[in-house]
């Protein structure tokens, strides 16, 4: 039981549930909020409570065994136009308490733009033996490429051994970010795992894009985009891709972000894919959602995340704890969103 309660504490810690939003004041024309709720997955009882002012926290259905899902969403007391305007941000650690460091990725930067990832010795020294496994998410390519590296400077000093890994790890980087911009989730590269299994960070983000409910029914261009991506983004849409790191069971985890922003007819969606992360899970994505209501604003997530983890003895356990984590890491988010606007109480 420790073992599972442990790689269930990784995977919700790890699902850093960031709120980044584009608001505008008004909401065009838009279907019944209520309507809008249910759609997400809550019951009338939820709702109501929502009501309330209380956060809710709720189940998703999950459509594979290595899947971890939930939502909320919750009701502030607070205009539309000032809960977009704190959140208005591309830096993921408003809500994301987690992040340790961030950056911005774009095609002309290069592998510069990741000059400030820098792997301790601990890390250099496990990438020098990487195996296929769990300890790094890596591709058989990729695997094959440190190794070679090793041998080349099998006898250089330790500092230029450092300096040629840490290169070659941010390379891989951004050669993981260039792949899923020029061909979007087709191109994301397997992680080679034992037995000569693989895991493929592409077919369970195709499976979260597409078990999203309330994209394809208030938003079916979007929709549309986000599973064929990189087909063009609908008109009022602007994107980002980012990368973060976090400090995961004493570890450095670097996770690579594709952000998205919609204009929903007057309220605001927003997607977060996470196409690559350096352990402990393999992919994620949010949906995020910004509408007025009342007289403040309702703020609805959803996550979907995969992690091999959850897979296996005792996955029923696994999934109940996972789930558990995410719902406190969620309530965390909110009571934070609370402190910075400082009018939710």
């Keep these: 039981m420790p073992g599972i309660v442990k790689h269930a504490a990784i995977i919700a810690w790890l699902l850093g549930v960031s709120f980044v939003v584009n608001g505008t004041p008004a909401f065009a024309e838009q279907p019944a909020i209520e309507e809008i709720l249910s759609v997400l997955g809550m019951n009338k009882a ?23 899902a939930a939502g909320i969403a919750w009701y502030l007391p607070v205009p539309l136009a000032k809960v977009a305007g704190q959140l208005r941000t591309d830096d993921p650690n408003l809500l ?19 000059s400030p990832v820098v792997l301790p010795s601990e890390e250099i020294e496990a990438l020098l033996d990487a195996e296929p496994g769990g300890q790094f998410n890596l591709s058989s390519d990729e695997i094959e490429n440190f190794r070679t590296l090793k041998r080349i400077v099998n006898d250089t ?21 260039e792949a899923y911009r020029r061909d979007g989730t087709y191109a994301i590269a397997p992680y080679a795992r034992d037995n000569n299994q693989s895991v493929k960070p592409s077919v369970e983000l195709d499976q979260a894009a597409n078990a999203s409910v309330i994209l394809a029914r208030y938003a079916p261009a979007l929709h549309k985009a986000w599973i064929n991506y990189p087909a063009t983004l609908p008109p009022r849409t602007n994107e980002v891709f980012q990368w973060v790191e ?75 704890i996972g789930r558990k984590l995410l719902k406190n ?5 909110f009571e934070r969103l609370c402190g910075v606007l400082r009018h939710c109480h």
């Design 329 to 333: 890491k969620m309530l965390k988010s």
């Design 46 to 68: 939820q709702i109501n409570e929502l009501a309330q002012r209380q956060p809710i926290v709720y189940d998703l259905s999950e459509g594979r065994s290595d899947e971890i």
């Design 246 to 320: 976090k400090n995961v069971q004493n570890r450095p985890a670097f996770i690579l972000r594709h952000h998205v922003n919609h204009d929903w007819n007057g309220g605001e969606l927003v997607l977060t894919r996470e196409f690559y992360a350096s352990h402990s899970y393999n992919a994620s994505q949010w949906v995020t959602g910004c509408l007025a209501y009342r007289d403040g604003t309702v703020v609805f997530q959803q996550v979907r995340s995969y992690a091999d983890q959850l897979s296996g003895v005792a996955t029923d356990v696994r999934h109940l």
């Design 157 to 177: 000093p330790d500092e230029a051994i450092r300096d040629a890994i840490g290169q070659r790890y941010r390379a891989m980087l951004f050669d993981r970010f």
């Design 96 to 114: 994301d308490v987690d992040v340790t460091a961030h950056g911005i990725l774009m095609t002309h930067g290069k592998a510069d733009a990741l």
